[in-house]
């Protein structure tokens, strides 16, 4: 509820058939507000209080019914692990269990920062154990703690910080230290501080609305700040060519029975660009592929990997619509003559799972991503030359996808296109194949002047004929 200006306070009422018969009534905006005493001078001096704040100029809040001030010194006794749990609980039921465990690993490395002392704090990593296994996890918030869990979480309630506290620049300044290093000491991944950064923004933005601070602005848009360097640019020394990645599925086909399984999936993540969740989630119905010339995958969405505890049915796994899509949302993806030969193979040795999924263990499970990172691997290990294994060159799987966007790039299909395939924005297709275009735009410079060479012999200055048809 809002704080308004909007208040009146009335004179004393006095009910004398009642236990307490003074009552103090005063009017917050639309809402009615009352308080009761036995001796009239107990209320005398609460309507004093009331409009003392009234001539200082205080809001009230509407809802409580409280001054500005005194709701700040109410709210002030809460702390910043009462507050972070709070948070949990509020996000939990709609949040998919991925994210759910990323809110939980950025308050688990935040929350020992932000402690009064560290007079008998337990070690680090048991203090990261009691956070995110348990406090942020409220699947387990009715199980049975161990013993060194609840004497962790006990010191915490007992140390923590006021929410109030992060005012402070320099209290704030601890959260950010803290969710830019690692447990072991180095410095955390850009795209690690920033995704941690984006919770602890959230959980100051619920202190806001709860009204924790003396001024309703996120103390984070107060401090400047600067997260550690991130590279979210491919790096082209990455990007496999058509001819590697050919020699590379062909590494993964020689592998027995198992890695035959497995060149369509990696197949999915070269030829239509596909993330490796995506391509985990692939059904037959999603696949359109004709005897001849080009077919269509239209994707829906993918399997996750989140982790038992996490998920509402205590899965490892959870579906989930395509990355920053509504969840009926879809995609089609065009794919070329020789990808759709493969999947039909594929189909016609492998068949599909009863839940129509292309790949799957020899069980019929989800495929991991430590299982097939294996066979990449030794994929890797045979079809590249010593020095090609030991650079990053397709070194992950994930490398696949970002060749074939780069590919696309290369081959001139427009930059929208592409965007539109791989599931990107333009922007981020800009700024993430930065260096791809780059070299692309050099390919198209060699274009241009092989194009002024035909002209050899003739003016093709500035003030040659050329420039004059322009």
């Not at 004093?48 to 001539?55: G, K, T, V």
């Not at 869990?149 to 006990?154: K, T």
């Not at 999924?357 to 019929?364: A, E, H, I, N, V």
Request: aromatic fraction near 8%; glycine fraction near 8%; charged fraction near 25%.
């Amino acid at each position: 509820m809002p704080l308004t200006y909007d208040v009146r306070v009335y004179s004393i009422e006095t009910r004398r058939d009642r236990p307490k018969p003074h009552r103090v009534r005063w009017l917050v905006g639309s809402q009615k507000h009352s308080k009761s005493y036995t001796v009239k001078a107990q209320a005398d001096g609460r309507r004093s209080e009331l409009m003392s704040a009234l001539r200082k100029g205080e809001q009230f809040d509407v809802e409580t019914g409280l001054p500005a001030s005194e709701l700040r010194a109410l709210n002030g006794s809460v702390s910043w692990y009462e507050h972070t749990r709070a948070y949990i609980a509020r996000r939990w039921d709609r949040l998919p269990a991925k994210s759910r465990r990323n809110d939980a690993d950025a308050l688990a490395t935040i929350t020992p920062a932000l402690v009064k002392t560290t007079a008998g704090q337990p070690p680090t990593r048991t203090l990261r154990t009691a956070l995110y296994g348990w406090a942020y996890n409220k699947s387990r918030w009715d199980q049975e703690h161990p013993a060194e869990v609840v004497d962790a979480l006990r010191w915490l309630e007992k140390n923590s910080l006021p929410v109030s506290a992060l005012e402070d620049p320099e209290t704030l300044r601890l959260a950010l230290d803290a969710l830019s290093t690692l447990l072991n000491g180095s410095r955390a991944a850009g795209r690690t501080a920033n995704r941690k950064r984006a919770c602890l923004s959230d959980v100051l933005g619920l202190a806001v609305e709860r009204r924790y601070f003396s001024v309703p602005v996120n103390p984070l848009s107060t401090v400047k700040w600067s997260p550690p360097k991130s590279t979210e640019e491919v790096d082209p020394a990455s990007v496999a060519n058509p001819r590697q990645v050919r020699e590379l599925l062909a590494g993964v086909r020689t592998q027995g029975d198992r890695g035959a399984h497995l060149e369509a999936f990696f197949g999915c993540l070269y030829y239509a660009a596909m993330r490796p969740a995506e391509a985990v989630g692939l059904t037959a119905s999603q696949c359109h592929l004709p005897k001849r010339g080009w077919g269509r995958l239209t994707l829906r969405g993918g399997i996750v990997h989140a982790g038992h505890g996490w998920t509402d049915d205590d899965r490892a796994h959870q579906n989930r619509q395509l990355k920053a899509r509504a969840v009926r949302d879809s995609r089609v993806v065009p794919i070329p003559p020789h990808f759709v030969a493969m999947l039909r193979w594929h189909v016609a040795r492998y068949g599909a799972a009863p839940d129509g999924r292309l790949f799957r263990t020899s069980r019929g499970g989800v495929i991991q991503d430590t299982g097939y990172g294996e066979v990449w691997a030794e994929a890797r290990s045979a079809a590249l030359s010593p020095t090609e294994a030991a650079s990053p060159l397709a070194r992950r799987p994930y490398d696949l996808r970002c060749a074939g966007v780069s590919f696309w790039l290369f081959s001139g299909v427009d930059p929208m296109e592409v965007a539109r395939r791989a599931g990107h924005s333009v922007a981020v297709l800009l700024r993430v194949y930065a260096k791809v275009l780059a070299q692309a735009q050099d390919r198209a410079n060699r274009q241009i002047e092989a194009g002024l060479r035909e002209w050899d012999g003739d003016d093709v200055s500035p003030g040659g004929r050329l420039g004059d048809t322009c």
